[in-house]
T-cell receptor, first 114, second 114 residues
Framework: NAGVTQTPKFQVLKTGQSMTLQCAQDMNHEYMSWYRQDPGMGLRLIHYSVGAGITDQGEVPNGYNVSRSTTEDFPLRLLSAAPSQTSVYFC?????????????FGDGTRLSIL | AQTVTQSQPEMSVQEAETVTLSCTYDTSENNYYLFWYKQPPSRQMILVIRQEAYKQQNATENRFSVNFQKAAKSFSLKISDSQLGDTAMYFCAFMISGNTPLVFGKGTRLSVIA
């Protein structure tokens, strides 16, 4: 099993550019989520999904879109990048049942917006 | 809304000594799940230990143990016989169920000194 795979690992964008951060998992997990990690802020939830076709907003959803067309994939889209979106992004997944299942994290994507 | 507070931004400990990291949380739920994650300089998020709120017995995993005080809403992590490889950011996290988001504290940076 590859676990949770995030691509790319690093990316530099210019303000106003768009891009998609990819996340794929091969564990048949129902639950998937995206976090951003900023210094001194911990991990903050952007969007999450409890299954294919279902997505919901987290704590900091503005400027980001997601979709969940398959169980395996959960891409995160930045439509018009802003310097405030410079961060490290983590994708995570887990089984929804039983409820005590921990989330498995990808290795993160470091994104810089100039 | 649930919140998680880690009051110690940074801590240090001598190799082979014991250290305790603090975590408090706020919730009106009776059943929930608590986790400690470790993030070494490699940026990976690694599950250290988990605790189900309905279990009175404190969880242990080798050198790692927790002191779970449900009434006080406290969930501290004790690391015994600290090793250089324990140097990392440690995040406390809270979850109501497998279909709900994981809420993180802002983290404690632990340095183990030789």
């Amino acid at each position: 099993n590859a676990g949770v795979t995030q691509t790319p690992k690093f990316q530099v964008l210019k303000t106003g550019q768009s891009m998609t951060l990819q996340c794929a998992q091969d564990m048949n997990h129902e639950y998937m989520s995206w976090y951003r990690q900023d210094p001194g802020m911990g991990l903050r939830l952007i969007h999450y999904s409890v299954g294919a076709g279902i997505t919901d907003q987290g704590e900091v959803p503005n400027g980001y879109n997601v979709s969940r067309s398959t169980t395996e994939d959960f891409p995160l889209r930045l439509l018009s990048a802003a310097p405030s979106q410079t961060s490290v992004y983590f994708c995570a997944s887990s089984y929804s049942r039983p409820s005590n299942q921990p989330q498995h994290f990808g290795d993160g994507t470091r994104l810089s917006i100039l | 809304a649930q919140t998680v507070t880690q009051s110690q931004p940074e801590m240090s400990v001598q190799e082979a000594e014991t250290v305790t990291l603090s975590c408090t949380y706020d919730t009106s739920e009776n059943n929930y799940y608590l986790f400690w994650y470790k993030q070494p300089p490699s940026r990976q998020m690694i599950l250290v230990i988990r605790q189900e709120a309905y279990k009175q017995q404190n969880a242990t995993e080798n050198r790692f143990s927790v002191n779970f005080q449900k009434a006080a809403k406290s969930f501290s992590l004790k690391i015994s016989d600290s090793q250089l490889g324990d140097t990392a950011m440690y995040f406390c996290a809270f979850m109501i169920s497998g279909n709900t988001p994981l809420v993180f504290g802002k983290g404690t940076r632990l340095s183990v000194i030789a």
